[in-house]
């Protein structure tokens, strides 16, 4: 069995400056990718009357990349053992633009649904690697900031990835939108080959140090808080613009400020809680998705009035854009000896987590209504919160 650190010494070497400029291709990286992911969510009913689908069928575009994710997230480190993680960030660049351009010109479902494996792909690998190479970005004395920043991107795609693709599909057509994904991700992955510095890989790891670490006092505890988190909200957040056309006499242009407000809610959130989160995350790992979870019911229950509609979405996007940084800083300090595998591990949950949602989501959509997939997704947050809570009660 492998034992060893999943970040090799001349990786977590200190470095002498932290390069700002890396962190930020880092961080706009993460940003696309994630929006790139969340696009159907803000276009299911554009994208399901021209594809002549249902917008349960149309969510399982979401489905199928977080599958892809699932799988390549514990193996990219042992399919690529030797390849630089600069050299791996760019192809899977490359991946990703080509499977929005792909989305961008598909006649129909299959093709698209065959598209997003890259996509999946190209998540799973940046978010298994992002630990590492922000170790080499900034050194490990600094993690913590480093991982701020390239969290900060995935977190307020999560969030805002939803608004922008609306916003983008009432000026455009939604096949321009994904056309424009493609080519900014393209021209990202020069600025990422010149940029980032050289991250030598890690030595080979193994299914059975992630077994291992799977192990650790309070780790499988944690993971399994973690997942049903990340249930929770994709349960409810998935098909969110099917919940907001509940509300009376509600247009396009009010669902558009509505997911603005909710992106605004993020942007700020990932602000004040990374400023803080290293101090408290074992707070915010209880109290950030209890609070979504009450969000998530009152989405539903405060239908009748925009307002409250509008509150309840700013809190809800307020708490879920920390949820990486709580989950991050979680691994920093559980597992700083195997943070690629640690990031794995968490990559794998967040995927396997949201294709169930968008997949149990979207039979519920269709059969019954968006209603019980909110209420069972804020059972599911609840749930999450006391575990990933009582994991930080185990001594390692």
């Known amino acids: 069995m492998t034992t060893t650190a999943s970040i090799p010494v001349n990786v977590s070497a200190p470095a002498e400056r932290i390069r700002y400029g890396a962190l930020v291709v880092m961080m706009l990286l993460s940003f696309l990718l994630v929006t790139a992911e969340f696009l159907p969510n803000g276009m299911l009913t554009e994208m399901a009357d021209a594809l002549g689908v249902t917008p349960g069928q149309a969510g399982q575009t979401v489905t199928v990349t977080a ?6 997230a514990p193996t990219v480190g042992m399919v690529f053992p030797r390849v630089d993680r600069r050299t791996l960030l760019v192809w899977m660049a490359l991946a990703a633009a080509a499977s929005n351009l792909i989305v961008a010109v598909s006649p129909n479902l299959i093709i698209i649904l065959l598209a997003r494996f890259l996509l999946g792909a190209a998540l799973s690998t940046f978010w298994s690697m992002s630990i590492t190479v922000a170790v080499r970005i900034a050194g490990p004395e600094r993690l913590g900031r480093a991982v701020m920043f390239t969290s900060a991107g995935t977190s307020l795609a999560t969030v805002a990835g939803v608004p922008v693709g609306v916003m983008l599909s009432q000026v455009m057509d939604w096949r321009a939108v994904f056309a424009l994904a493609g080519i900014v991700t393209g021209l990202l992955a020069v600025a990422l080959r010149t940029m980032l510095p050289r991250v030598p890989a890690a030595q080979t790891s193994s299914f059975a140090l992630l077994a291992d670490t799977i192990r650790r006092p309070g780790i499988g505890l944690g993971l399994t808080g973690h997942v049903l988190v990340v249930l929770g909200h994709f349960l409810a957040y998935t098909y969110v613009r099917l919940a907001l056309e509940r509300i009376p006499e509600v247009d396009a242009g009010t669902i558009v400020v509505l997911l603005a407000v909710f992106g605004v809610g993020g942007l700020i959130g990932n602000l004040t809680i990374g400023l803080i989160i290293d101090r408290s995350f074992r707070l915010f790992a209880v109290l950030a998705p209890a609070v979504i979870a009450v969000a998530v019911a009152a989405t539903i229950l405060l239908s009748g009035t925009v307002l409250g509609v509008g509150i309840a979405v700013f809190v809800w996007g307020f708490f879920f854009a920390s949820w990486l940084i709580v ?7 559980r597992m700083p000896d195997r943070l690629e595998a640690g990031g794995s591990l968490v990559v794998v949950g967040f995927q396997g987590a949201i294709m169930i949602a968008a997949g149990l989501g979207g ?5 019954i209504g968006v209603e019980p997939s909110y209420g069972l997704g804020a059972v599911a947050l609840v749930v999450g919160a006391i575990l990933f809570g009582l994991s930080n009660r185990v001594r390692g």
């Open 67 to 72: 599958l892809v994710g699932f799988i390549v």
């Open 363 to 367: 039979v519920l959509v269709d059969s």
């Open 327 to 333: 989950v991050n800083t979680w691994v920093g300090h």
